[in-house]
């Protein structure tokens, strides 16, 4: 029977059903986890015996630049990337190449080759939605969403200064539906549309041009408006001054500002059994800390500042971070936060690319080579495991690398060793540059974290994060029927053996997507079907109608016209809209 399996015997960790390590079966009907399979059933089911094995809910990326305009222009700036890993073709996988910014099918075969089965997209222009979507519905393997970026929006910004948060909400519940996207995103507020001009903006206070709105404001709104509107995931937050000696107090200070709002997901949904409150709790997701956490005045006095903001995340409940991790070797950079690029271009002297999109945002691109002889280099690799190992409760905190920023996705088994062994960090130490231990304090940590905390901020965090929990991340009744299996006996762990958890992290033993064994020791054994996921949110007809009609009037701003903007379905696999504030 298609989409039934029983994965039998295995050490199982479900953070969000408190499954530590407990010998469990797991039954998948129908693409779909069941408490048991009746005995018909079991004559036609697949066994998989995970006697001495880790077994996990499929992995979820809640980060990752994997599709649109600005993927597409760093294969484009980087021809020298597609020889580094290649990838021949087979009776049913494309061929594909690319180390840094892969191809869009050999993205969807590597991350299921890791274990995963979800990964979002984490900047989407609204103007090049479609763009965006095209290559998502090309991306083989897994389930997909995209995160709109609102942050320097003409409409929003004029809305925001006006202090018409109901017309704010209507046209962010607009874009939702008109480009098929999932959650706001807000990249360096205020900034990136003073880059049209060649500025930026170097504080919270600091009036933008011509819309004299400040990034306080921005996020304050923004904040505002997500949890009127009782979104899926909270705004996620790239913070102003990213990248720059001494922005982590931007930083702290811009995270204040989300804490007086209170979390109100309103999603019409049916839940995954757990025994953890599957909604999310935090009215603001920092993305890649460790980019915002710089310290110091300058390059000559650059130091790790994770440290206060991990006290004040720590002292925080309103608050959720990922990591952006540095694993080393080659990455490009990729953002919607121009100023930023041109500023890491001026350090590399390389090739780099700047964009600007319209009424709506920008973008910038710049290869990038992380090296350990390099001190600052060497502290951001410090850095990004100290967002994860500094911050008490894993349950705020997703491992990311803000692929392919601080490296690609395919380096995650690197950073997941590195958290579980204190002797692979060491050795880690032995070969970087000295800055990495001495303007940083992760050589004074000890913690090793478990499978269990990996699967919290790989798996069930990372879904509970973005409002997926209620059938991602979990073994609850009724969630879907995704699964890792790893070749890892949990009682023979020996963190001091790190090779062999690189290893077994970089290849599982099985995936499975939707009760079907997807891929088996690094094979693609079938294509599954997959999802889009995008957020269907109601406002009051009258208030949607007031905002079209000045939408429409400010539309003569573009280079095209109204009737061309939406994204239609047909540019989605197997569009499923998420609904939210129904009660509107």
């Keep these: 029977m298609a989409g039934t399996i029983v994965i039998k015997n295995g050490y199982v960790y479900d953070p969000l059903n408190e499954v530590n390590g407990e010998q469990q079966d797991i039954f998948i009907k129908d693409g779909v986890v069941v408490s048991e399979l009746s005995a018909a059933d079991m004559k036609d089911a697949k066994i998989i015996d995970a006697t001495g094995k880790t077994v996990m809910p499929g992995g979820v990326d809640s980060h990752t630049h994997i599709a649109g305009a600005k993927v597409n222009v760093g294969r484009m700036m980087r021809p020298e990337d597609g020889y580094k890993a290649t990838l021949a073709k087979t009776d049913i996988t494309h061929s594909g190449s690319g180390e840094t910014v892969p191809s869009v099918y050999m993205e969807g075969y590597e991350y299921s080759k890791m274990g995963y089965t979800t990964a979002f997209e984490a900047a989407v222009p609204p103007m090049e939605a479609r763009h965006t979507h095209e290559e998502m519905r090309s991306i083989p393997m897994l389930d997909m969403g995209g995160y709109l970026v609102l942050g320097n929006n003409w409409f929003m910004m004029r809305y925001l200064k006006e202090g018409d948060v109901d017309r704010a909400a209507a046209y962010v519940a607009w874009m939702m539906r008109t480009h098929k996207t999932y959650g706001i995103k807000c990249v360096n507020p205020g900034g990136v549309e003073n880059r049209g001009w060649g500025k930026n903006v170097s504080s919270l206070d600091e009036a933008n041009m011509h819309f004299e709105i400040s990034p306080r404001e921005i996020i304050d709104g923004l904040t505002e408006v997500n949890e009127m509107l009782g979104m899926p995931m909270s705004l996620h937050l790239h913070a102003n001054n990213l990248g720059h000696p001494g922005c982590y107090e931007t930083t702290k200070e811009s995270l204040g500002i989300s804490s007086k709002t209170k979390a109100k997901q309103n999603m019409a949904v049916d839940w995954a059994e757990t025994k953890i409150d599957a909604s999310r709790d935090q009215s603001v997701y920092l993305t890649h800390m460790q980019f915002n956490a710089f310290a110091g005045t300058s390059w000559r006095d650059f130091e790790s500042g994770v440290k206060p903001l991990a006290d004040y995340i720590n002292n925080a409940?309103?608050?959720?971070?990922?990591?952006?991790?540095?694993?080393?070797?080659?990455?490009?950079?990729?953002?919607?936060?121009?100023?930023?690029?041109?500023?890491?271009?001026?350090?590399?002297?390389?090739?780099?690319?700047?964009?600007?999109?319209?009424?709506?945002?920008?973008?910038?691109?710049?290869?990038?080579?992380?090296?350990?002889?390099?001190?600052?280099?060497?502290?951001?690799?410090?850095?990004?495991?100290?967002?994860?190992?500094?911050?008490?409760?894993?349950?705020?905190?997703?491992?990311?690398?803000?692929?392919?920023?601080?490296?690609?996705?395919?380096?995650?088994?690197?950073?997941?060793?590195?958290?579980?062994?204190?002797?692979?960090?060491?050795?880690?130490?032995?070969?970087?540059?000295?800055?990495?231990?001495?303007?940083?304090?992760?050589?004074?940590?000890?913690?090793?974290?478990?499978?269990?905390?990996?699967?919290?901020?790989?798996?069930?965090?990372?879904?509970?994060?973005?409002?997926?929990?209620?059938?991602?991340?979990?073994?609850?009744?009724?969630?879907?029927?995704?699964?890792?299996?790893?070749?890892?006996?949990?009682?023979?762990?020996?963190?001091?053996?790190?090779?062999?958890?690189?290893?077994?992290?970089?290849?599982?033993?099985?995936?499975?997507?939707?009760?079907?064994?997807?891929?088996?020791?690094?094979?693609?054994?079938?294509?599954?079907?997959?999802?889009?996921?995008?957020?269907?949110?109601?406002?009051?007809?009258?208030?949607?109608?007031?905002?079209?009609?000045?939408?429409?009037?400010?539309?003569?701003?573009?280079?095209?016209?109204?009737?061309?903007?939406?994204?239609?379905?047909?540019?989605?696999?197997?569009?499923?809209?998420?609904?939210?504030?129904?009660?509107?």
């Design 317 to 584: 409940d309103h608050v959720v971070i990922d990591s952006g991790c540095v694993p080393f070797g080659e990455a490009t950079c990729m953002t919607g936060d121009g100023p930023s690029i041109h500023d890491v271009a001026v350090l590399t002297g390389g090739k780099w690319s700047n964009t600007d999109v319209e009424l709506e945002c920008g973008s910038g691109v710049c290869p990038f080579t992380y090296l350990k002889s390099n001190p600052v280099h060497s502290t951001q690799w410090a850095m990004g495991l100290e967002c994860l190992l500094l911050i008490d409760d894993p349950w705020k905190t997703i491992m990311t690398t803000d692929s392919p920023n601080g490296g690609p996705f395919t380096k995650y088994p690197l950073v997941m060793t590195w958290l579980m062994s204190e002797k692979f960090r060491d050795q880690t130490f032995s070969e970087c540059h000295k800055w990495a231990n001495d303007r940083s304090t992760l050589g004074g940590v000890d913690r090793e974290m478990s499978l269990y905390d990996l699967a919290i901020l790989t798996r069930a965090n990372t879904a509970k994060t973005i409002g997926m929990a209620h059938r991602k991340g979990s073994f609850g009744i009724g969630a879907d029927g995704d699964v890792t299996v790893y070749d890892i006996d949990p009682t023979k762990i020996d963190t001091r053996e790190y090779s062999d958890l690189i290893n077994k992290f970089s290849t599982a033993e099985y995936t499975i997507k939707g009760g079907e064994v997807v891929c088996h020791d690094g094979e693609i054994t079938m294509i599954p079907d997959k999802r889009t996921y995008y957020t269907d949110v109601s406002v009051p007809d009258a208030n949607e109608k007031e905002m079209l009609k000045d939408v429409q009037e400010w539309f003569r701003y573009y280079s095209h016209g109204f009737n061309h903007y939406p994204t239609p379905e047909k540019y989605l696999v197997n569009p499923t809209a998420i609904k939210a504030n129904m009660e509107q």
